[in-house]
């Protein structure tokens, strides 16, 4: 197929959170012509991104949000606090989209593509001008997010989600409705957004479970590890939870423990939590989030509200380390019908309890090691997941009889890894 695909950022280097969107790109481009038109927000886009994407495009066409010329009246409002900003960013993202249409218009006029494949919801309006078939991703529903962050908001912040939660519904309704050949990560999302007869196809997250092997034993040392990106209002959330709520609990059964809470940009209010605790370490941005998964006796996810699938969670159990989770985690990791074994706790007294019975038990630690790390190779291989998209790309384009074999989607390539996490 002659695949026109447009993204809504760059995925790359794999540190983005566009880690899903590299994967397919990286598997579908070995197969098919790939022209790749992407939004972003990077003021600088790094030769070493061009450099790996350009293994599974053919083209790669980028439109800047940042730096768009900005009329006198935009340069005034941009004086004024918050609005000032927002209508900034309004600008600029319109901007880049407008001068994504247009490529679209062009390339579509020159060149003949099987059909376009899309994701988000920024560039909605280029579809506007495509007549070739249309495979869209819905992926996680930001407003399944927003709806459960309501209920753990202050009083005063429950309208500004309430409205940021109608908006965001309207728009993902949209995007699922420009076409019947649609895709979502996981079935929870799905139901969220369109109910439980839709039949819409989900294509899973996958786990590059060959890099996110264990190499080490557990420390041993009632080592809890949480990781993320922090500055991402979720991992905040589960971050400030689990200091404020959560270990002082688990304190009282175990006094002695290790703690790590790993990744990119912590708020300033997670720092001066960690701070008041001897046995918590904030990394900040690290180089590998492997030896500290290695480390971990057990890994928290207690995120309170979260949509689509948590990389974190399934890079954890196939580092094998055991995870207790809440249920809005765990929804969203059934796979092929099959939920994974953990131990999920519905608020801070039933987390810390997790806890502190699977420090207190070496076997379940065990069997929930090795049980997790089958489940992520049965369930979660880039592989199949680029297969059902494949497939579902080739139904729009009424050619799945030229569909590949189940082994045909080759896997080695050679995969750069990021320098940052």
Known sequence: MKILWIYPELPYPLTSGFLRGFHLLRLLGQRHSV??????????????????????????????????????????????????????????TRYAVKRMELTVRDLLKREVFDLVLFHGREALPVLDCVDVPIVVECGDTNCTRV???????HLLNRPRLFFQYVRERRLEKQLARTTADRFFISKRDRENLLGPSDRSEIVPQGVDYDYWKRGSPPSGRNCIVF??????????????????????????????????IVGRDPSPKVLLLAQRFPDVTVTGAVADVRPYL????????????????????LEAMSMEVPVVTT????????????????????????????????????????????????????HCSWSRSAEKLEDLCLAATGNLSKSHKPDCIATSSVLVRPKVS
Not at 35 to 62: G, N
Not at 147 to 153: E, G, K, L, S
Not at 298 to 311: D, I, K, P, Y
Not at 343 to 351: K, Q, R, Y
């Open 327 to 378: 249920p809005v985690v765990a929804a969203g990791l059934c796979m092929d019908g099959v939920e994974p074994q953990l131990v999920i706790g519905h608020n801070a007294t039933e987390i810390a309890a997790g806890i502190v019975g699977l420090l207190d038990n070496a076997e379940e630690r065990a069997r929930l090691s090795s049980t997790g790390r089958r489940f992520v190779e049965a």
């Open 35 to 92: 022209t790749f038109l992407s939004l972003t927000d990077q003021k600088q886009v790094l030769h070493e991104t061009f450099r790996v994407l350009k293994q599974y495009a053919e083209r790669i066409e980028i439109f800047s949000k940042c730096g768009a010329p900005e009329p006198i009246w935009l340069r005034l409002c941009g004086l004024l606090p918050v609005i000032g900003g927002r209508l900034q960013v309004l600008w600029n």
């Open 294 to 313: 290695e480390q971990a006796d057990v890994f928290v996810a207690a995120l309170r509200f979260a949509s689509g699938v948590q990389n974190k969670v």
């Open 147 to 153: 709806h459960q962050q309501m209920h753990q908001a």
């Open 227 to 260: 990781s993320g990106v922090m500055s991402y209002s979720p991992n905040a959330d589960a971050a400030i939870f689990l200091l404020e709520a959560i270990l002082p609990l688990v304190r009282r059964s175990i006094p002695q423990l290790e703690v790590l």
